[in-house]
Nanobody
Framework: QVQLVASGGGLVQGGGSLRLSCAAS????????MGWYRQAPGKQRELVAD???????NYADSVKGRFTISRDYAKNTVYLQMNSLKPEDTAVYFC????????????????WGQGTQVTVSS
């Protein structure tokens, strides 16, 4: 069974920084993409950033230059360093991993972690 556990959210003043972590565990054969989405109240879930198995990164325009995604391949963990935070970054942040679980159908599927709240005060 595969599990993604996210941590690192909290309350921070505008201009501050937070670092989110998300570790995937369980019977994992292979991980392709890992990344982060966020959902603010009354809005749709949106991609924040993701990183491929080869290290290629992708960011939403709204976070480019402020957020950095990284990955520890040995630990199956993805990080999101968030700097220069703005009140509009306030949302629940969800991590995900596109992976193949051992003893499964050998296709990549998306797995999600629990959300972690990020609140940025003005």
């Amino acid at each position: 069974q595969v599990q993604l556990v996210a941590s690192g959210g909290g309350l921070v003043q505008g201009g501050g920084s937070l670092r989110l972590s998300c570790a995937a565990s369980g019977t994992i054969f292979s991980i392709n993409f890992m990344g982060w989405y966020r959902q603010a109240p009354g809005k749709q879930r949106e991609l924040v950033a993701d990183i491929s198995s080869g290290g290629t990164t992708n960011y939403a325009d709204s976070v480019k230059g402020r957020f950095t995604i990284s990955r520890d391949y040995a630990k199956n963990t993805v990080y999101l360093q968030m700097n220069s935070l703005k009140p509009e970054d306030t949302a629940v942040y969800f991590c995900y991993a596109q992976l193949i679980a051992q003893y499964s159908d050998s296709y990549y599927h998306d797995y999600w972690g629990q959300g972690t709240q990020v609140t940025v005060s003005s």
